[in-house]
DNA sequence: GTGAAAGCGCTAACAC
DNA sequence: GTGTTAGCGCTTTCAC
């Protein structure tokens, strides 16, 4: 508990060279003799000495640390995203400070402020919506920021997203074709562009596609969890829908379960596709067809485009869309 | 993004102090005449100054920065930890630098070697099992560390985590007196102490105390996933188990589908008594009846533990045992 | 190929 | 109550 901190000074009084050699050999500068080199590192490892990431930043104002901002680590897409983004950020040697905001417009501020505050080389924003003062935060920040399965409607932020407005409009399509008068779309709060913006207008998009009219009482708005998707069975039947596209597993999940412990029969007497091919999906009996999106590659191409970034790259597109899929299982009829 | 720095030294010009001056009151020091206060901190306000956290950490030799090493944020158990660790974490203003390792003790030491040159304040590591090399860099740490809902048999680790023997026990023996003569334990890897020292000492404890003799055949381990379980249910029948304690809801969840799906009746020809109370035990049918563990809290109380001791305060007890529960569900006959 | 020296932006004695 | 002055441990010109 009380090492004697052991510095770069030391190191270099021990090998008989100068602070500024040890600094080259530990940064892999080539421009050092062999012999010099392995002079340095025995001493290096004699010593047990490492190099003082705080001082390095201070000197080279790089932190190789990114800051990593998102709702809630314990929300299953957000977690894999966040993993997607720590595995590349290793590859490149970043470390991730990682930070729930609960989409809390004063936390994500207060957040961005300590991030920005700590010198992070980069962010990476994960969040359904983004007000007027985070985005003059992020005009104002002097570091690069990638938005990772985020949408900003505006698209002035550099992004990795799948196309949600096809992948919703395929959906409520294929419920259509299949015979299904009333198709429900169960979305989340509609204050998130994601959902108004896009998923509401792909559902949109096929209902005008098959000439249509869309009911509005065939829209619900929930929130992201099994309780609230349990809840709204009764009105989706009251609204005498026979099917439902629904945005989030958990959701879908208790939908399913309110809609089979009522005695409805899935798929025959109602249909449901939902959103995220968790692990969840083929854990429900009958289990649920989904739409299936790369979650983990979301965080791991946004990392990727942040070391560009951060390397001071441009990169080829500042809105990266990664492909969509989609897979048929028993709540959907074949 | 090509902001300039604005540093403690053009505030101190511009408000007519010292930079030390302009330090007292952004580290809220009180020995500041109001006025010079508010005037600082209007000329604070005005140039947009924001404190360089790395130059405050190498002049200070304190980061407010702590690392967060887990095997994986994907795995719900340990994203339910890591929020716990972050709310409390937040509330004392310090900011978390995850780090996934994957229980490889390479990975493992790698990011604690990160760690440590990042000149992290405090540590809280989360993993199934600690070996010799791991625990060595414990000893050359000097920042205190916390085990999080992780057991190192040695206690030589600060930790906090519940009674894992106890609960399995409490577990295997409700299953023992509902009348089934075979219980099965399906846990996790033999080589993680959590399960050979905690868990299947708890169901032995059981069956000792029934005065029953042990079957080996009644004991599985699998990886920690819902295909295992599905897979392993062949076997459990095989072994003519009518009833289990599974330490994974993941793997419970699985046994639970793979039995239904072939017909056996639960809870009447089999009894399941899961582990984490994690969502999925609603989600099943049956649902699942569980030892309930609290997992934020576990995480939670850990970091408050670690402000103690980075507070160099010595806490009452160095391996904080929280108390666990059982909700009866729809797996177990009443 | 190597060294000397000037910072990086801040805190923490210590003086006044 | 406020200012002066060393550092903190490293990188980075710039010489040689």
Same mark, same amino acid.
């Given at each position: ?5 052991? =510095? ?12 500024? =050699? ?15 080199? $392995? ?13 003082? &990431? ?19 680590? =314990? ?13 590349? *950020? ?45 985005? @003059? $935060?992020?005009?104002? &920040? ?11 409607? @505006? ?25 299904? $008068? ?10 998130? *562009? +994601? ?10 998009? *096929? ?66 596709? @939902? ?8 854990? =429900? ?14 965080? &791991? ?12 790259? $441009? ?5 990266? +869309? ?13």
């Amino acid at each position: 508990m009380e090492k004697q901190t052991i =510095t770069i000074y030391d190191v270099a009084r021990e090998a008989k060279v100068s602070m500024a =050699t040890v600094s080259r050999v530990v940064n892999g500068n080539s421009n050092v003799k062999q012999e010099t080199k $392995e002079k340095v590192e025995a001493v290096i490892n004699d010593l047990g000495y490492r190099p003082n &990431a705080v001082a390095r930043g201070l000197a080279s104002r790089k932190t190789t640390t990114i800051g990593v901002i998102l709702p809630d680590v =314990t929300d299953h897409y957000f977690a894999e995203l966040a993993r997607g983004i720590d595995d590349v *950020a290793q590859m490149y040697h970043y470390q991730i400070i990682l930070a729930n905001s609960d989409e809390s417009k004063d936390k994500e501020l207060q957040v961005l402020d300590n991030l920005l505050g700590k010198q992070v080389d980069g962010i990476i924003f994960m969040g359904n919506m983004i007000n007027e003062k985070v985005r @003059t $935060e992020f005009d104002r &920040a002097d570091v690069p920021i990638v938005l990772a399965g985020s949408v900003d409607p @505006t698209e002035k932020q550099y992004s990795v997203n799948i196309d949600y407005r096809k992948a919703t409009a395929e959906a409520t399509a294929q419920l259509l074709e299949n015979g299904n $008068e009333r198709v429900a779309l169960i979305m989340g709060p509609a204050e998130q *562009a +994601i959902n108004s913006e896009y998923k509401l207008k792909g559902y949109q998009d *096929a209902y005008n596609a098959h000439s249509k009219p869309v009911d509005e009482a065939l829209i619900f708005s929930t929130d992201y969890d099994y309780q609230s998707g349990y809840q709204i069975a009764d009105l989706v039947l009251a609204a005498k829908a026979t099917a439902a596209v629904v945005v989030d597993d958990d959701v879908a999940a208790g939908l399913l379960n309110a809609l089979v412990d009522s005695g409805v029969k899935v798929p025959t007497d109602f249909e449901i596709i @939902t959103n995220n091919n968790s692990r969840l999906t083929v854990m =429900t009996r009958p289990q649920l067809s989904s739409i299936t999106q790369p979650i983990y590659d979301l965080g &791991a191409v946004s990392m990727r485009m942040l070391t560009k970034l951060m390397n001071l790259e $441009e990169p080829d597109v500042s809105n990266i +869309i990664l492909p969509h899929g989609y897979v048929d299982r028993d709540t959907t009829q074949h």
